[in-house]
């Protein structure tokens, strides 16, 4: 089946500085990709929708300049958090829609602490 | 707007007791319905789904029905395991590819 990868799993920054995080779909392409956010028990909030070639559409009340997301490839979207702070501390999950119509097919997440 | 409402959490059950997750949606004209599930420290695995009314989704014992009188989705087990514990979103897509819009999850513990 359809399988999307997301690296890294884990990791820990400092204050001020930039993290990205990679999304691939390893055995389709995927021409749009959708990046969430989950805060500690509680639901996934749908960020941006990332689409291949053009700019990502991003939700109300998420900063276009902080949270960098590019789509330049059919296999690979990322997500930058620039400048990350304590509070962008969070699991973030980004899915790709699977061909065929089966819906979506989802990355394991990567846990980001900012410290 | 679209929105899905989910019963609250956790739900604590013994091994193989039976499970019902209620799910409620609001939303114009067919939606598809979902219903993932979400291992410790993990993405989400789709559980189910169902793409039109009275459609029965299904999955490792999993089931649910696309009910558009009483616009619900519920999710049932008749005889839960240990390995069942998660937490469970239910969600609807206004087509096979457009974005998700999740309930807030139902964290299910069974003890053995």
């Known amino acids: 089946g359809a399988v999307v990868s997301q690296h890294p799993s884990r990791v820990i920054c400092k204050s001020g500085t930039s993290v990205k995080i990679e999304c691939r779909s390893l055995d389709f392409q995927a021409t749009t990709m959708f990046w969430y956010r989950q805060f500690p028990k509680q639901s996934l909030m749908l960020m941006a929708t990332?689409?291949?070639?053009?700019?990502?559409?991003?939700e109300q009340g998420v900063e276009k300049d902080k949270f960098l997301i590019n789509h330049a490839s059919l296999t690979l979207s990322t997500l930058t958090v620039t400048s990350a702070h304590p509070e962008d501390s969070s699991f973030y999950i980004c899915?790709?829609?699977?061909?065929?119509?089966?819906?979506?097919?989802f990355g394991s997440g990567t846990r980001l602490t900012v410290v | 707007g679209n929105s899905v409402t989910q019963m609250e959490g956790p739900v604590t059950l013994s091994e193989e007791a039976f499970l019902t997750i209620n799910c409620t949606y609001t939303?114009?004209?067919?939606?598809?319905l979902f219903w993932y599930v979400q291992y410790p420290g993990e993405g989400l695995q789709l559980l189910l789904k169902?793409?039109?009314?009275?459609d029965k989704g299904s999955n490792k014992g999993f089931e649910a029905t696309y009910r558009k009188e009483t616009t619900s989705f519920h999710l049932e087990k008749g005889s839960v395991q240990v390995s069942d514990s998660a937490v469970y979103f239910c969600a609807l897509s206004r087509d096979s590819w457009g974005k998700l819009q999740f309930g807030a999850g139902t964290q299910v513990v069974v003890t053995p």
């Open positions: 939303a114009t004209g067919y939606p598809s």
């Open positions: 899915s790709a829609s699977t061909p065929g119509g089966d819906g979506y097919t």
């Open positions: 169902a793409t039109k009314a009275d």
């Open positions: 990332s689409n291949e070639g053009s700019k990502a559409t991003y």
